[in-house]
């Protein structure tokens, strides 16, 4: 527990002083990479298909403060499994915008959390699994399992601790705190977690190379 606590405390300093650093840089002029709008993504996927389009509530967006968003259902045509994606594009975060985990997001109106932790998938073009969110939240009966992970600069994040890490040294380097959070969520039938989290992982894997040409290197 000692060793636990210095490391807690050797951490909280070195963010201390990159998050120094980082806003004494605010003052030069970022560096902000052009990005196709979400809208132009594929609603196709491999065997999925998009089935319908959200459009963003404006008290949604204000809150949320995201440059673009896309909010979209899914169905695999071969077994008409359905997942529902969320998409949402940062271009700078040093104004107060940033993504909100959806551990904050999602139990509230009666929803609460029932499991949390990390799951690593392999995905094509990627060199290697990557480790993302698993976290579901029920509401008496109803279950949906939600997968989801921070990405920008060729990089996937799970945690929350080490996006805001890498976004400093992302800053201090590049002069760039772009950034997205990817959302997938599944309803859980017949509480079969086990069912929708095969799911849930085979609809990333099919929407992964799609990310991968819609975010800036």
């Known amino acids: ?8 405390r050797l951490l909280t300093t070195v963010l201390v002083v990159q ?8 003052s030069r002029s970022e ?20 089935t319908k389009e959200y459009p963003m509530v404006k008290g949604t967006q204000d809150v949320l403060r995201a440059d ?20 949402a594009f940062f271009k700078t975060q040093r104004y107060g915008q940033a993504p909100h985990s959806p551990k904050n997001c999602l139990p509230g109106a009666g929803w609460e959390q029932v499991e949390s932790g ?15 969110n698993r976290y579901l939240v029920a509401h008496g009966e109803d279950k949906v399992l939600a997968i989801y992970w921070y990405q920008g600069h060729h990089r996937v994040i799970a945690s929350e601790y080490s996006a805001k890490f890498w976004l400093v040294m992302d800053a201090i380097r590049y002069n760039r705190s772009d950034t997205s959070l990817v ?14 989290t095969k799911t849930g992982v085979a609809f990333v894997q099919s929407l992964f190379p799609a990310l991968l040409k819609q975010f800036p290197d």
């Open 68 to 87: 673009d968003t896309l909010s979209r259902e899914y169905v695999n045509l071969p077994t008409a499994a359905n997942a529902s994606l969320f998409i």
């Open 1 to 8: 527990m000692i060793l636990h606590g210095k490391y807690t």
């Open 183 to 196: 959302r997938v969520t599944v309803p859980v039938r017949d509480n079969d977690t086990a069912t929708a």
């Open 31 to 50: 560096l902000v990479p052009a990005v196709l709008p979400l809208s132009s993504f594929p609603a196709q996927l491999g065997g999925w298909q998009m």
């Open 19 to 26: 998050g120094g650093v980082y806003y004494g840089v605010r």
């Open 118 to 132: 990390t799951i690593s998938i392999a995905v094509p073009e990627w060199q290697g699994p990557i480790l993302v």
